[in-house]
């Protein structure tokens, strides 16, 4: 690596003195200045080589993690620096506020700044980070109490997927007692956030809408949903502050090595293949510096692809182990990145498709997956009034930048790291899918419809 390191260093200045003595401007419309490297890679004229970028610590962090240990940033002329944050708030502020030149994001996140719910700004996503990867988990008390409403398979163990229809009689249980049922996810416009309210909603629970005046979302609500960061999931449970969570890994198998809760159902079951976490800068910094974003974005696509490669998870799981990353042990961490998955202990099963950060077209910005969050922030009120169906299809495309994936995309292409088949031929949309927990059908060219098609939930 330090080869690499003195390499790019030398190139960086080469392509430094070149531009001082009348070199062509990245920012001169449609030109690119690029450089040769030892390797396979073409690098760009580089606007901003040195770069701080943020993450949370959980193992769908990991392209930014491959990118930077297996060079590939360095690949691209990029000095990048990657920072563990404190909360996903913290993350927000500081790459609108500037701190961070980009981070690991929410899906939501961006989606919610650009659409008028909490705090506003121009932020871009060029890269999705994974597929899945997430799961709901619940204290012992409360699975001893589900499992006597969940079917048996053949082998005795419990039928999966687990819907929330066992947790029904629990939460009665606690209402008739006069004590509110407590479950914790990560932030209002995550992922977490809207996967535990479908889980819920689809057996009839009520998990509240946003006001107002209530901008905690607990109006009308049978399960009382708070924020709790990631990292702190299993600590909050074992004090019984909370009865459950919905949280990315390593925080579920966590609970299950503590031996303090059980993992009923991951967010596989409840929408296969949906979208996960997001790589978000804002549209100032990709302005400005057009030939970065689609280098990071060049970087982050190689180490995706490095990740679904079979053979490789085992060196993925000792890297997300250190501390400057993810930090948990790295038995925990392999018990979901190796492809199985544990829900009541000792029930492992295998679980391929728990964390996907290629296949299927996992690093597309598909539209579709965008307008996904958008109604759901409608269905549950963050969105507080009805929009015509095609604001969210304009919203999204000001959020979601497949034009800047599919330029990196191509130039991997030409180097030789993608095939031309591994770019998808599409409008932005996926096709229509009823691979939900419930069996709902979603369109995101009827956005409407879809919103209006359950029962609990505003209706357009």
């Given at each position: 690596?330090?080869?690499?390191?003195?390499?790019v260093?030398?190139?960086?200045?080469v392509s430094?003195?070149?531009?001082?003595c009348?070199?062509?401007?990245a920012?001169?419309?449609?030109?690119?200045?690029?450089?040769?490297?030892?390797?396979?890679?073409?690098?760009?004229?580089?606007?901003?080589?040195?770069?701080?970028?943020?993450?949370?610590?959980?193992?769908?962090?990991?392209?930014?993690?491959?990118?930077?240990?297996?060079?590939?940033?360095e690949?691209?002329?990029?000095?990048?620096?990657?920072?563990?944050?404190s909360?996903w708030?913290?993350?927000?502020d500081?790459?609108?506020?500037?701190?961070?030149?980009?981070?690991?994001?929410?899906?939501?996140q961006?989606?919610?700044?650009?659409?008028?719910?909490?705090?506003?700004?121009?932020l871009?996503t060029?890269?999705?980070?994974?597929?899945?990867?997430?799961?709901?988990?619940?204290?012992?008390?409360?699975?001893?109490?589900?499992?006597?409403?969940?079917?048996?398979g053949e082998d005795?163990?419990?039928?999966?997927?687990?819907?929330?229809?066992?947790?029904?009689?629990?939460?009665?249980?606690y209402?008739?007692?006069?004590?509110p049922?407590?479950?914790?996810?990560?932030?209002?416009?995550s992922?977490?956030?809207?996967?535990?309210r479908?889980?819920?909603?689809?057996?009839?629970?009520?998990?509240?809408?946003y006001?107002?005046?209530?901008?905690?979302?607990q109006?009308?609500?049978?399960?009382l949903?708070?924020?709790?960061?990631?990292?702190?999931?299993?600590?909050?449970?074992?004090?019984?502050?909370?009865?459950?969570?919905?949280?990315?890994?390593?925080?579920?198998?966590?609970?299950?090595?503590?031996?303090?809760?059980v993992?009923?159902?991951?967010?596989?079951?409840?929408?296969?293949?949906?979208?996960e976490?997001?790589?978000?800068?804002?549209?100032?910094?990709?302005?400005?510096?057009?030939?970065?974003?689609?280098?990071?974005t060049k970087?982050?696509i190689?180490?995706?692809?490095?990740l679904?490669?079979?053979?490789?998870?085992?060196?993925?799981v000792?890297?997300?182990?250190?501390?400057?990353?993810?930090g948990a042990?790295?038995?925990?961490?392999?018990?979901?990145?190796?492809?199985?998955?544990?829900?009541?202990?000792?029930d492992?099963?295998?679980?391929?498709?728990?964390?996907v950060?290629?296949?299927?077209?996992?690093?597309?910005?598909?539209?579709s997956?965008g307008?996904?969050?958008?109604?759901?922030?409608?269905?549950?009120?963050?969105?507080?009034?009805?929009?015509?169906?095609?604001?969210?299809s304009?919203?999204?495309?000001?959020?979601?930048?497949?034009?800047?994936?599919?330029?990196?995309?191509?130039?991997?292409?030409?180097?030789?790291?993608?095939?031309?088949?591994?770019?998808?031929?599409?409008?932005?949309?996926?096709?229509?899918?009823?691979?939900?927990?419930?069996?709902?059908?979603?369109?995101?060219?009827?956005?409407?419809?879809?919103?209006n098609?359950?029962?609990?939930?505003?209706?357009?």
């Amino acid at each position: 690596m330090k080869n690499n390191i003195f390499k790019v260093l030398f190139l960086a200045v080469v392509s430094a003195v070149l531009y001082a003595c009348g070199g062509t401007s990245a920012k001169d419309a449609g030109s690119v200045e690029t450089v040769a490297t030892t390797n396979n890679t073409v690098q760009l004229e580089i606007e901003k080589p040195q770069l701080t970028f943020g993450f949370i610590k959980l193992t769908d962090m990991a392209p930014l993690a491959i990118a930077k240990e297996l060079g590939y940033f360095e690949d691209e002329g990029l000095f990048v620096t990657i920072e563990a944050q404190s909360n996903w708030k913290n993350v927000l502020d500081r790459v609108i506020d500037g701190q961070l030149d980009g981070s690991h994001m929410l899906a939501g996140q961006p989606i919610a700044a650009g659409a008028g719910f909490g705090r506003q700004a121009e932020l871009v996503t060029p890269f999705s980070m994974d597929l899945n990867g997430n799961g709901i988990t619940v204290s012992n008390d409360v699975w001893s109490k589900m499992k006597a409403n969940v079917p048996m398979g053949e082998d005795g163990r419990p039928a999966h997927p687990i819907k929330a229809d066992a947790l029904v009689p629990v939460v009665k249980e606690y209402k008739d007692a006069g004590k509110p049922f407590k479950m914790g996810m990560v932030f209002p416009v995550s992922t977490h956030n809207y996967e535990i309210r479908y889980w819920l909603a689809a057996a009839g629970i009520n998990p509240g809408f946003y006001t107002a005046d209530n901008i905690q979302g607990q109006v009308d609500a049978d399960v009382l949903l708070s924020v709790t960061p990631p990292p702190q999931m299993p600590a909050t449970l074992e004090a019984g502050t909370i009865y459950g969570y919905c949280v990315g890994e390593p925080w579920n198998q966590q609970a299950v090595f503590k031996g303090i809760g059980v993992p009923v159902t991951t967010n596989y079951d409840i929408w296969k293949n949906n979208p996960e976490k997001v790589f978000v800068m804002t549209k100032k910094f990709i302005d400005e510096n057009p030939n970065t974003a689609v280098a990071v974005t060049k970087a982050l696509i190689r180490a995706g692809k490095w990740l679904d490669t079979p053979g490789n998870r085992p060196k993925a799981v000792g890297i997300l182990s250190m501390p400057e990353y993810v930090g948990a042990d790295s038995v925990v961490i392999a018990n979901s990145m190796t492809g199985t998955f544990e829900f009541e202990k000792g029930d492992k099963r295998s679980m391929p498709d728990f964390n996907v950060f290629y296949r299927y077209n996992a690093t597309y910005p598909f539209y579709s997956d965008g307008i996904w969050f958008l109604t759901q922030m409608r269905r549950w009120g963050q969105i507080p009034e009805a929009k015509p169906a095609d604001w969210y299809s304009e919203t999204i495309k000001d959020i979601y930048r497949p034009d800047i994936w599919e330029k990196a995309a191509k130039l991997l292409v030409e180097e030789g790291y993608l095939e031309a088949s591994e770019i998808p031929e599409t409008d932005g949309y996926k096709a229509a899918t009823d691979e939900f927990i419930d069996g709902t059908t979603y369109d995101a060219k009827d956005p409407i419809g879809y919103i209006n098609s359950f029962e609990i939930g505003n209706k357009d």
